[in-house]
């Protein structure tokens, strides 16, 4: 009996992608109200562009990594043992400080994507838009990964490396790292911190896209546009 309902799930399964998909692949082209494949690509932009705007922007913002659970920048495996060493002989306001700069240069660099994603967005083609649309739940975020992720990396690096600077990450984390060092019976550290946090920087990035991603695929009344609400009618 459990064969024949995955039998029959996998069957309806994919008939509803191959209907979907014949749907998408015949659309007529122009006017009269129907959507076109032009339609389809901007709305795909439309949706993109929202991510970017009311998700991507809140990452500038004061406290936007520091205080979002999604995306927040905890320690390297290789630095807990020095927030917990810190912790352990009363220096925990230290540790907590050290913490918060790493977001706050998190923070400092995400500015610098959003060109680089506008430029993206921008690029999107119909084959693109209908690979996204029937694609999975975060397709358009995985594109969005693969048209930017090495240039945002390469782009993210300098930028951390001078927000260390400009927030005083590097003066803290250098007296935080002396301070542990200095307790007996400790092997010493020194991570490197722009690498790692060029990284969490860049997963919050996508992380917060998804988000987005998700609302507009399931819920209609995240659909602000009659646009993204006749395209994303295609995939519901």
Do not use: H
């Amino acid at each position: 009996m459990y064969k024949k309902i995955l039998v029959l799930f996998t069957v309806f399964s994919l008939t509803a992608c191959a209907e979907l998909q014949d749907v998408v692949n015949n659309l007529p082209q122009g006017g009269g109200g129907v959507l076109s494949n032009a339609d389809i690509a901007s709305g795909l932009r439309q949706a993109l562009d929202l991510g970017i705007d009311k998700q991507v922007s809140k990452l500038t913002q004061k406290d936007g990594f520091f205080k979002n659970d999604l995306v927040k920048i905890l320690l390297p495996e290789e630095l807990q043992k020095v927030d917990k060493g810190l912790r352990d002989i009363g220096l925990g306001n230290l540790a907590d400080e050290g913490l918060k700069v790493l977001n706050r240069a998190a923070e400092d660099a995400v500015s610098e994507a959003t060109p680089i994603f506008v430029n993206a967005v921008k690029d999107i083609t119909f084959d693109d838009a209908k690979n996204i649309l029937l694609g999975d739940k975060d397709a358009a975020t995985q594109y969005l990964t693969s048209k930017t992720q090495t240039e945002l990396y390469n782009k993210f690096q300098p930028v951390i490396n001078n927000s260390f600077a400009k927030v005083g990450a590097d003066q803290i984390w250098e007296n935080l790292i002396n301070k542990y060092n200095a307790i007996p019976f400790t092997n010493n550290v020194n991570p490197n911190l722009t690498d790692y946090v060029t990284g969490e920087a860049l997963k919050g990035v996508y992380t917060m896209i998804a988000v987005e991603e998700n609302e507009i695929r399931n819920k209609v009344s995240s659909r602000s546009t009659d646009l993204l609400k006749k395209v994303f009618a295609l995939q519901d």
